[in-house]
């Protein structure tokens, strides 16, 4: 078994117990300035921040468990997915605007277990699973996920043998990651819509495994 750490950023820091109040105080009042600056500038309206913002509100992890379904049921579409993420997001009708940064596709098996992160703040596919957990903001988090992801995925419920190779991936604002998880035995007959409820938003930043059976329905 070996951990192994892609990414350019810098992985070093201590580890801090949770999410620093005074930090994100700071932080939501310089995004206030920023857009009463842009205002100020006409660069954008607040009516349009606000549509931007309901726009990223709406997108949600079903998104990127249909891409996962699709991939488990199509050979074809999955190495096409592998190999130009891109492009083959726009077969499912994700509509993708030039500016979107890059995406990569990686695929966990029994060998190897991809987990993700982003080091210095919260990259992470928004248009595949809607906003960040904040767990995966946290300070906690982003440096234990590189010094410990094993530990990590303990605490999520997910015990790794020691054959298995951990990559840690770190996310960065040009590179985001979307995990493929292992498809779950036994769901050979299953339809693409009832694979999807197998999917967790989770299993996509690869801090836990797919279900193996659909959510009880409550009520």
Known sequence: MSEHHDGPQSHSGPAHSGMDDARLDYYARLTQALEDLLVAKGVCTRREVQQEMDRMDARTPAGGARVVAR???????KARLLADPMTALKELGFSLPDTTPRLAVVENTHRVHHLVVCTLCSCYPRMLLG???DWYKSLAYRSRAVTD???VMREFGLELSEGVEVRVLDSTADLRYLVLPHRPAGTQGMTEAQLAKLVTRDSMIGVTEPLHSEPARAG
Do not use: E, K
């Not at 991939?71 to 579409?77: N, R, T, V, Y």
């Open 149 to 151: 992801p094993r530990g």
């Open 131 to 133: 906003r960040p957990p």
């Open 71 to 77: 991939a488990w049921s199509d050979a074809g579409f």
